[in-house]
Each structure stands twice: as structure tokens, then as C-alpha cells.
């Protein structure tokens, strides 16, 4: 910049004005080139923070996807013995001769899971809303990526609200169960009474055979049976097909 002041001071003193002129233009250019470089690479710095960043919620995502899809295959292969289970109950009402030869055990071991495992997940998504409050989502450029994790949270909606539909008939056949049956007897016959809860058997077990009788539990079986299908059939492979997708595309951004 001296350089310039002293030209400038000649050019000046020699009142040569026009090159003096060019000499202050050229000294505009350098700054405002100057000043375009700092903000080319301050945006190129902030562009690769940025992608730093979403990388990196990324991975943490895919992280939590696939601890989801373990606990979801361990929870459907319960789900798949529960309705086992409600299937040879239910196929019990249809024939006279099952219900009187069954003895208390086998029908306490089909009553079991049915009364007593619940279908409810806590899937993580710590990492998912943390991405989504930084709007960090619209940076995405693969648009089958985007579009998938915008939706994300109306699939998880969906199984959460048919996993609830399942517990609720849970709800049912416990509170069936509480006021028609023994579920002690259930809990004496496959000896978790004394193994499990620690207490004494009863003196006298109470048979709860006389439920293959009831329209009333047939019906709650069915409709359980129906909702725990529609869970096992439908929303869980779907989910899982979408989980799946999702960590491909994820892995995919990742490698570029």
C-alpha cells in the first residue's frame, strides 16, 4: 500500500490525473477481489461445516436404525408365538373333544405369552429429531433420502398406533381374565409361582378350561388375533423394508 501512496503522490505532483485515476481503480479492484476471495472462502468453509455436520447426524441416525431393526425382529419373532398361541386357543372352541382332552398345563402354556407379553417398543430417535430440528434436512441432496426421512416420523406413528391396538388387547383379556378365570392357575401349572414370583402354589389348582366356552373370550382372541396379524403381516415387514432402505441410503450419501 505505500507503493500506491508514493505513485499516487508523484502521479499528483505531476497533476497527471487520468493515471492517478487508474491508479485509485486498480486499487479498488484489489480490495474488492480481496474482499469476494474472504467470502468465497468463508462460504466454502461453512459449506464443509455444514456437511461435517450432517454426516455426522447421519451416522448416528443409521446407528439408531439399526438398533431398531434388531429390536423389532426380536419383538416380531414374540409376536409370531403370541399369535401361535391365540391360534391354537381359538382352534380349541371348535372342537368339543380338544376342550375336555387338554389338560390345565398345555392350555396354561397357550395362555401364557397371550396374557402376559406386551407389544411395545421404545425406538430410539434421539439422534432423528435432533437432525430435524437443525433444518438440516433441506441440505440433503439425494431426493429419495430426503423424502424418506420427511415421512419418518408418520411411519413410525402408524406402528407405534397398531403396536397400541395390540396392547389394548391385551388389556382386554387380562381384565377378562381378572374377573372369569385364575390366572394363579397359569402361573402354578408352568411353575412360575414359586420359580419366578417366589410364593407358594395354591393348595388347589382352579381349572380354566371352562373359558373355551365363553363367546365372550372367543371374541376377545379374535379381534386379537386380527390387530396382532395386521402388526406381524403388515406394518412390521413394512417398517422394517423402510428401516432397510433408509440405512442403504444413508450408507450411500455417506461413501460420496
Known sequence: MKIFRKIRFKTLTKSNFGKYLLYATGEIILVV???????????????????????????????????????????????????????????LYSSIESKESIDETELSELLFLPLTRG??????????????????????????????????????????????????????????????ASLKSVFDNINLSETFLEINNSPIIKSNKHILYSNQFENILLHYLGVATQLHKSNYPDFKGDIELLIRLIDSELKQ
Open 33 to 91: 477481489i480481496g474482499i469476494l476471495i474472504a467470502l468465497y472462502l468463508n462460504n466454502q468453509k461453512d459449506i464443509s461445516d455444514r456437511y461435517e455436520r450432517q454426516r455426522n447426524h447421519l451416522s448416528l441416525i443409521k446407528e439408531e436404525l439399526s438398533n431398531n431393526l434388531l429390536i423389532i425382529e426380536e419383538t416380531d419373532e414374540a409376536l409370531a408365538n403370541i399369535i401361535d398361541n391365540i391360534k391354537d386357543i381359538l382352534n
Open 119 to 180: 407389544i411395545e417398543i421404545n425406538y430410539e430417535k434421539g439422534a432423528f429429531d435432533e437432525f430435524t430440528a437443525s433444518s438440516s434436512l433441506k441440505d440433503i441432496k439425494n431426493d429419495s433420502l430426503r423424502s424418506l426421512l420427511r415421512s419418518w416420523n408418520r411411519k413410525l406413528e402408524t406402528v407405534r398406533h397398531q403396536e397400541n391396538v395390540v396392547y389394548q388387547s391385551l388389556d382386554k383379556s387380562n381384565n377378562y381374565f381378572e374377573t372369569n
